[in-house]
């Protein structure tokens, strides 16, 4: 499946922007989608993820973003968003959306999934 990430921006601290990851090619329905974020010099790490449709749509958050990020999804489009807000300038990096149909336990590792959009950067000034 093609992934194409979007919404990505400048904004100040305490603000918000919602990420969209649309894809083409087959349904996300079935499969857990995440969103990991990369920043300058650091590793790859994860932020949200939410369950395949028809499972119940169980979330899941990285501690850093819990209370603040939001992700959702809407199959009618194809599409998964990553709501977030109360930005901090720790949350400045590339953000990339990926699927992935391996089971839920694994969500959280970034090497499981088989599906990466192309990345969108997230600039938070302080």
């Known amino acids: 499946v093609q992934l194409q990430a979007s919404g990505g921006g400048l904004v100040q601290a305490g603000g918000s922007l919602r990420l969209s990851c649309t894809a083409s090619?087959?349904?996300?329905?079935?499969?857990?989608m995440g969103w990991f974020r990369q920043a300058p010099g650091k590793e790859r790490e994860f932020v949200a993820a939410?369950?395949?449709?028809?499972?119940?749509?169980?979330?899941r958050y990285a501690d850093s973003v819990k209370d603040r990020f939001s992700i959702s999804r809407d199959n009618a489009k194809n599409t998964v968003y990553l709501q977030m807000n109360n930005l901090k300038a720790e949350d400045t990096a590339v953000y990339y959306c990926?699927?992935?149909?391996?089971?839920?336990?694994?969500?959280?590792?970034?090497?499981?999934?088989?599906?990466w959009g192309q990345g969108t950067l997230v600039t938070v000034s302080s």
């Open positions: 990926a699927g992935t149909q391996i089971v839920w336990a694994y969500v959280e590792d970034a090497r499981r999934y088989t599906d």
């Open positions: 090619g087959r349904s996300l329905r079935n499969f857990h």
């Open positions: 939410i369950m395949r449709s028809g499972t119940g749509s169980s979330t």
